[in-house]
């Protein structure tokens, strides 16, 4: 059984600032992969970063990077100089078997 | 390159009705997978198909839904005689055999509104 817990309803930034989104997980596969989707008001999900659980190296992609602890079962997302658009509600997942996504964290960015 | 196209965008039903969601896969993706998300929740794993095969069906409801993903056209969620409680957005994504080299993409999703 694979589970993601996101225990953040929401959170709020000001713009250009650095927020820190959290997640944490449990799975039984030994081989999984760890996500952050974007879902914006238009509901598209959108693809942020994603990272190997083999990997040790954090995933960074442009303004957003993840810090993976794999002992801790954590997987937070850092985003750097916080922009408007970055407004969404932001779904951590983990795939062993299937994609399984946590409940979400609504990000708010203040102009 | 097409990405996953879901239609139709929205969806009335009144209860009762039966309610036929379509999912076009990305050229090449031959594993599909249906979420549902009810308001201000996550997307809740449904039903995980290859082309005319069922994989993981753990998340689907055992009465009154069902899902195909036929060697031919595209995957298709069926509900049969709705109720207001399926109201939500279904999405529908896609990815190649091997989902490790390749995340899912997504659709736009399809809102169903039961009335």
């Known amino acids: 059984a694979q589970t993601v817990t996101q225990s953040q309803p929401e959170m709020s930034v000001q713009e250009a600032e650095t927020v820190t989104l959290s997640c944490t997980y449990d799975?039984?596969?030994?081989?999984?992969?760890l996500f952050w989707y974007k879902q914006p008001p238009s509901r598209q999900m959108i693809l942020v970063i994603r990272?190997?659980?083999?990997?040790?190296q954090n995933a960074t992609e442009n303004r957003f990077s993840v810090n993976f602890q794999k002992a801790a079962k954590s997987f937070s997302l850092k985003i750097s100089d916080s922009q408007l658009g970055d407004a969404a509600m932001y779904f951590c997942?983990?795939?062993?078997?299937?994609?399984?996504f946590g409940a979400g964290t609504i990000l708010r960015v203040k102009s | 390159n097409a990405g996953v196209m879901q239609n139709p965008r929205h969806l009335v039903r009144r209860r009762g009705q039966e309610a036929r969601l379509r999912c076009s896969p990305m050229?090449?993706?031959?594993?599909v997978y249906w979420y549902r998300q009810l308001p201000e929740e996550g997307l809740k794993f449904m039903v995980y198909?290859?082309?005319?095969?069922?994989?993981?069906e753990s998340g689907m409801p055992k009465e009154r839904f069902s899902a195909e993903f036929p060697k031919e056209g595209p995957s298709i969620l069926r509900i049969q005689q709705v109720v207001r409680g399926d109201s939500a957005a279904y999405f529908c994504?896609?990815?190649?055999?091997?989902?490790?080299?390749?995340?899912?993409?997504f659709g736009n999703g399809t809102r169903l509104t039961v009335t």
């Open positions: 799975t039984s596969e030994s081989d999984y992969y």
């Open positions: 050229k090449g993706h031959s594993h």
């Open positions: 997942a983990i795939y062993g078997n299937k994609l399984v």
């Open positions: 198909l290859q082309k005319e095969n069922i994989i993981d």
């Open positions: 994504a896609s990815s190649p055999p091997h989902v490790v080299n390749s995340p899912l993409h």
């Open positions: 990272q190997e659980a083999y990997k040790q």
